[in-house]
């Protein structure tokens, strides 16, 4: 069955340590993969996407990278903040005609200070 | 530049009422989509417009569940009759266009619970 699976357990860093989150996959062979932000009340907020000929994106303190063989991306936040605190959610395309993005279940980033 | 709004914010009725939210997405984008997100979990697609056309509902549970986006502007999405199992987020997004290289700009949803 297809499957998407991001760390269930709560992530705790220190301010000023890289936090490392993974996206793994199976049964998809995803085109693009998206990673998103969501706050506590809020809706999910965009921050990096991913194509599959890219093995890896930044954006400022982020750093995204997409391995097809291995079906994982990993993100990567460095020096961070505990602003940085939230959940983040991995989404890739289901492929197809359907042209829709399919959502993890989120990992919750709590940083220290 | 306005984001995705939604209302209301808060929604609690008794079920086997009816219920229904309001988005009206950012002004140009094309594509509206509605998510429900479950406690724990993440968006799952309910609906997908292409302008007025639905062009995926899939995953919308035809018998309670409808949705209109009248000129291809706001949309809105009904329950009827609520289920206890319906207690979710309902969020609504938008996208200049339907393809999954295009971020989509998600409103602060609808918490909806049924007692």
């Known amino acids: 069955s297809q499957k998407i699976e991001q760390n269930s357990e709560a992530l705790n860093i220190q301010e000023g340590k890289t936090a490392t989150l993974t996206c793994n996959y199976t049964n998809y062979s995803p085109a693009y993969l998206q990673w998103y932000r969501q706050d506590p009340g809020r809706g999910p907020v965009f921050l990096l996407l991913i194509r599959e000929n890219e093995k890896e994106k930044r954006k400022e303190r982020l750093k995204v990278t997409f391995d097809t063989t291995l079906k994982q991306s990993l993100f990567h936040i460095t020096a961070s903040q505990p602003a940085d605190s939230a959940t983040y959610l991995c989404?890739?395309?289901?492929?197809?005609?359907?042209?829709?993005?399919?959502f993890g279940t989120g990992t919750l980033l709590a940083v220290q200070p | 530049e306005a984001g995705v709004v939604q209302s209301p914010r808060y929604k609690i009725i008794e079920k086997k009422q009816p219920v229904a939210f309001w988005c009206n997405p950012i002004?140009?984008?094309?594509?509206l989509y509605w998510y429900r997100q479950n406690l724990g979990q993440g968006p799952e697609l309910l609906i997908r417009?292409?302008?007025?056309?639905?062009?995926?509902d899939s995953q919308l549970p035809k018998d309670r569940f409808s949705a209109e986006r009248l000129k291809g502007v706001d949309s809105t999405l009904k329950i009827q009759p609520a289920e206890l199992g319906d207690s979710a987020v309902y969020l609504c997004a938008s996208s200049p266009g339907g393809t999954p290289d295009n971020e989509q700009f998600f409103g602060p949803g609808t918490r909806l619970t049924v007692l």
């Open positions: 002004s140009g984008h094309n594509t």
């Open positions: 989404a890739l395309d289901h492929g197809g005609a359907t042209n829709k993005l399919i």
């Open positions: 417009y292409e302008n007025e056309e639905a062009v995926d």
